[in-house]
């Protein structure tokens, strides 16, 4: 009876004994998995944000529909003799798109204190410009009886005055001012959407306002 009750005994303890065992770690991971995840670094925060801001890339924030009239003129001479001219009068319509490349964002560029973040955005520049082919036209074309130059070279020539007119008066009408402004709205509507609380913006030191863009000859109608 003895010999029974220490088996018993024995059964008891090593039962015990081992619910300790499985116990003790569960705990411990309850106690791991109920406790709040440790509070993000600042540093850790502005690299996500960083990168939310990265994965928007080069956006277009404003169009300008610009249309401009151009007389040009060009002369063939021999042995300093006017021997043919051409000319003609140019009606050209086109967009001019201006906005900002966020791709290459430093970090630097990103602030982040007492839940305000702040972000230094370079200025927008013109990204692109382009004729619309549908509703650009040559209005007059006047040729010399004799040996006139390429009225297609001279109409090449006028289209990209024409280009270099429409970027000016986009710029001389406040293009560059409302992508700017357009730009700051999307980008406060996508960090707010992250959880930020409150967004401002700044002025990158040694950005220039203007970049060469791209120029295209034609652009899709009604675009």
């Known amino acids: 009876m003895a010999i029974r009750v220490s088996l018993f005994s024995l059964t ?22 109920a406790s709040p995840p440790p509070p993000a670094q600042p540093e850790d925060t502005r690299a996500l944000l960083l990168q939310c801001i990265r994965r928007t890339g080069e956006l277009t924030t404003a169009i300008a529909c610009v249309q401009t009239v151009v007389h040009n003129r060009q002369q063939a001479q021999w042995a300093h003799l006017t021997t043919g001219s051409v000319e003609l009068l140019y009606v050209a319509t086109g967009e001019v798109r201006a906005g900002i490349n966020l791709r290459e964002l430093p970090l630097d560029a990103i602030t982040l204190e007492h839940g305000t973040v702040t972000v230094a955005l370079p200025p927008c520049h013109i990204l692109s410009s382009g004729l619309d082919v549908n509703r650009s036209y040559v209005y007059d074309l006047r040729r010399s009886l004799l040996w006139p130059p390429s009225a ?4 090449s020539e006028t289209e990209r005055i024409a280009l270099a007119r429409m970027r000016e008066t986009a710029e001389e009408n406040g293009l560059l001012q409302q992508a700017q402004q357009q730009a700051q709205q999307l980008l406060r509507g996508l960090l707010t959407s992250a959880g930020v609380k409150e967004v401002r913006f700044t002025n990158s030191e040694e950005s220039e306002a203007e970049q060469d863009a791209p120029i295209n000859t034609a652009v899709p109608a009604g675009g």
């Open 152 to 155: 297609a070279q001279l109409q």
């Open 12 to 33: 008891l303890l090593l039962g015990l004994a081992l619910t300790a065992l499985v116990w003790s770690p569960l705990g411990h991971f309850l106690h791991d998995t």
